[in-house]
């Protein structure tokens, strides 16, 4: 009888049957026909090789789902049982020169299932790095020249002085000693090269650029302008022993207006800000206030500067000091610079004609709180 009408027959004979009886009946079907299904695999394979290949593939994927299988349905103790009662309908169907095929059902996983990356989700608001948080041109005055020398007077007084007259003796005669001082402002600049695909494939990258140069500019500007502060100032001979920060910067408050200079700003770094601030109720109360985010010492503003080294202050009118600017700073692309036309790179750059004038040395006063 063909395999066939063998399975027709096993068909009609487990209807109406129980769990158990059905198993045996598929038992005797596979212990009767398993060499006949070999034996037509093998005349399959014989005459259909590309089909059988085919076939092999099939089967090894039949294999993995039974296999998971088996782990769920504990009553399944049978694969050849399994694959006929899941595939029943198309192994009705085999005959010589005709085949099946079936499929392993696996859990699908990225790494399994998925060709390609997974899609993304963008933020394209570039999260920079902290910057200073206080310029030197945020404390000082701004002057604008045409030209690359900023000359300014300085008076001093000569010999001489105010005094009473003698009944017919002759005046006091005073004199007056002037010095043009020049300032000689200089270039503070850099650039960056990027190529247009870059700009093309970064959508964020032209107004990123800009931020960063900029933040990037006033870091060397501020470093360039504290040399020339610590070397005009007039050194503190204030030291900290036997005293606190906060001593230290009144003292040096008082020097300075005992010269008929009024101090408008301190500037430490953040590190002594903080330990002035953890002072001032335990020793200073009435001198050092915090109000409103502001920490002052005797009234006058504290800022924080991270360009000053370690342990350094200025306290100081700075009113006598200036930022002289023959060009502002300036941000400019180009896409013709040097060879950036043949090689498809775009120059972008900034700068600044600047210097910076100490006018008065002894409205400046530079400290060491670590001075002994």
Do not use: C
């Not at 004979?13 to 079907?29: C, V």
């Not at 005046?171 to 010095?179: F, L, T």
Request: hydrophobic fraction near 40%; charge should be negative.
């Amino acid at each position: 009888m063909e395999l066939k009408e063998q399975l027709n027959d096993l068909a009609v004979k487990l209807e109406g049957k129980s769990k158990e009886q059905a198993e045996n009946l598929i038992k005797e079907f596979e212990a009767k026909n398993s060499e006949y299904i070999n034996n037509q695999v093998k005349e399959v394979k014989d005459t259909f090789e590309k089909e059988v290949e085919a076939l092999k593939k099939h089967a090894n994927e039949l294999d993995v789902k039974l296999q998971s299988k088996a782990k769920k349905d504990s009553q399944s103790g049978d694969w050849l049982k399994n694959a006929i009662e899941e595939n029943f309908d198309n192994i009705k169907t085999v005959e010589k020169g005709r085949s099946f095929r079936t499929k392993a059902v696996g859990n699908m996983t990225l790494s399994a299932s998925l060709t390609g990356d997974q899609p993304r989700d963008y933020d394209f608001n570039v999260v920079r790095a902290p910057r200073q948080l206080l310029n030197v041109s945020d404390l000082v005055p701004t002057v604008n020249i045409q030209g690359g020398t900023y000359t300014y007077t300085r008076v001093a007084k000569g010999d001489g002085s105010i005094s009473a007259q003698t009944e017919g003796s002759s005046k006091s005669q005073i004199d007056y000693d002037y010095s043009l001082i020049d300032v000689n402002t200089d270039f503070l600049a850099g650039f960056a090269r990027f190529s247009r695909k870059m700009q093309n494939n970064l959508p964020f990258l032209r107004s990123d650029l800009p931020v960063e140069l900029r933040a990037d500019y006033f870091e060397a500007e501020n470093a360039k302008f504290y040399t020339v502060l610590a070397a005009d100032a007039t050194a503190s001979t204030e030291i900290i022993t036997g005293n606190t920060k906060a001593g230290m910067l009144i003292n040096d408050v008082a020097k300075l207006e005992d010269t008929n200079y009024m101090a408008n700003g301190i500037v430490v770094r953040p590190s002594d800000w903080f330990d002035i601030l953890k002072t001032a109720k335990q020793d200073l109360e009435s001198i050092v206030t915090f109000e409103g985010g502001v920490l002052r010492v005797s009234g006058i503003p504290v800022y924080k500067a991270t360009w000053l080294a370690a342990g350094k202050y200025f306290v100081g009118d700075w009113s006598k000091i200036s930022k002289v600017v023959t060009e502002g700073v300036n941000l400019a692309f180009s896409e013709e610079e040097g060879s950036n036309f043949v090689s498809n790179m775009i120059t972008a750059r900034i700068e600044e004609q600047n210097a910076i004038a100490v006018k008065q040395p002894a409205s400046l006063v530079f400290g060491d709180f670590a001075a002994v």
